[in-house]
């Protein structure tokens, strides 16, 4: 159990794919996206988690987390499980300067939108704007993956 600090920015460019360290295919579902509390199922490569966060502070840059490693077999049967609206994309990860950006590329009715997430041990931590990070999205719900999944960007 841990507070997440994250804060969320769109994204410029492709850039950001020639730096990447990894990437990765993401499946996730939401057995609730109840606005106190979302419950969600997710296939990372071959890997399950299952994840529950609580209502962010009123900045959206703080909320808690709890996440815990599955078997891929459970995460599969827990998907059948959801609510409308997986969410697929995917993710890569970006060191830059003592942090890793993740900058999700969504798939499917989300294609197009690209989010980059950096965790960070305090709200107002400084840190490295590589020059493909656009606008500061924290704390705007419409780009929670929750409100993604219901309200995809192809909508918007």
């Not at 295919?25 to 606005?35: E, M, V």
């Not at 499917?108 to 980059?116: F, R």
Request: charged share 30%; glycine share 8%.
């Amino acid at each position: 159990m841990a507070l997440e600090i994250e804060r969320k920015f769109l994204v410029t460019s492709d850039n950001y794919k020639k730096e990447a360290v990894s990437k990765e295919r993401i499946l996730q579902g939401f057995l609730s996206t109840h606005p106190e509390r979302t419950v969600r199922v997710r296939i990372k490569g071959k890997k399950g988690f299952l994840t529950i966060k609580g209502k962010s502070n009123k900045e959206g840059t703080t909320r808690f987390e709890w996440e815990h490693e599955i078997q891929l077999d459970e995460a599969e049967a827990l998907m059948r499980l959801c609510e409308a609206g997986v969410i697929e994309k995917t993710r890569y990860n970006v060191k830059v300067g003592a942090h890793i950006f993740e900058v999700d590329e969504f798939k499917g009715s989300n294609k197009g939108l690209q989010i980059a997430e950096i965790e960070l041990t305090t709200a107002n931590e400084a840190f490295n704007k590589p020059s493909w990070l656009g606008a500061e999205v924290t704390g705007e719900i419409q780009y929670y993956n929750s409100c993604l999944s219901k309200n995809p960007f192809s909508k918007w």
